[in-house]
């Protein structure tokens, strides 16, 4: 015996699988993977590394000697804050160590 499909059962198999296909994903947007948290030292690895980018900018000829208190004062105040961050590991601590590492990289990047 030949079995006869119903008209139109293709296209409810296709939007009962779309369906299924877009509840699962719905679920995993709903409930987000939980990643590895960062590490409390990397706003102090950033700030390493930001301090070597401004000392090459230096040695490089790239900032003038009229910046260079600037550049020492932008300097000072991001090891400041990410002491601090490190320490009270708060927040509003960390967001200020990221505004002064982000103002003492574009301070020599632009």
């Known amino acids: ?3 006869q499909a119903f008209p139109g059962t293709t296209f409810i198999q296709r939007m009962s699988t779309f369906v299924l296909m877009t509840g699962l994903l719905a679920g995993c947007v709903a409930r987000p993977m939980e990643g590895v948290p960062p590490s409390p030292n990397a706003r102090l690895y950033a700030y390493l590394m930001a301090h070597g980018m401004a000392r090459g900018a230096l040695m490089g000829g790239r900032i003038t000697a009229r910046n260079v208190p600037k ?3 932008l300097d000072h105040d991001a090891q400041k804050a990410v002491l601090n961050a490190m320490r009270s590991q708060t927040s ?3 967001r200020k160590a990221d505004a002064a590492i982000a103002a003492l990289l574009s ?3 632009s």
Do not use: K, P, T, W
């Open 107 to 109: 301070s020599f990047s």
């Open 92 to 94: 509003a601590e960390n």
């Open 71 to 73: 550049l020492i004062s």
């Open 1 to 3: 015996m030949s079995r």
